[in-house]
């Protein structure tokens, strides 16, 4: 499985951003996608995750009710929109999935990741 990552960019404050992850290969395998962050010299913190009936998912408290995951499975991907971004939003984002549902919010639960986007919120 290859996950390709997309979108991203600056951002000024309050603004939104929509990032995107098309997943190839042996998709059908898939269960949890998932979004991650990480700003250098940080641990890797844990966004978001839908599962693949894209019926449940399990957000940060840092981010709820700003972000919503979403995904599209004709198209094995899976989205992040993200609205009233602030600064502190800015790390490079990953997507990440699972061959089996969990809902979890541990990096090590995830066994494909894709090669990460900047995202910079302006103030």
């Known amino acids: 499985v290859t996950l390709v990552q997309s979108g991203g960019g600056t951002v000024e404050t309050g603004g939104s951003l929509r990032l995107s992850c098309a997943a190839s290969?042996?998709?059908?395998?898939?269960?949890?996608m998932a979004w991650f962050r990480q700003i250098p010299g940080s641990f890797r913190e844990f966004v978001a995750v839908i599962d693949w009936s894209g019926e449940n998912t399990h957000y940060s408290d840092s981010i709820k009710d700003r972000f919503t995951i979403s995904r599209d499975n004709a198209k094995s991907t899976v989205y992040l929109q993200m609205n009233s971004m602030q600064p502190w939003d800015t790390a490079l984002y990953y997507c990440?999935?699972?061959?089996?549902?969990?809902?979890?919010?541990?990096?090590?639960?995830?066994?494909?990741w894709g090669q990460g986007t900047q995202v910079t919120v302006s103030s």
């Open positions: 990440a999935a699972a061959d089996y549902q969990s809902l979890s919010s541990l990096a090590s639960t995830y066994q494909y």
């Open positions: 290969g042996r998709t059908s395998s898939l269960h949890d």
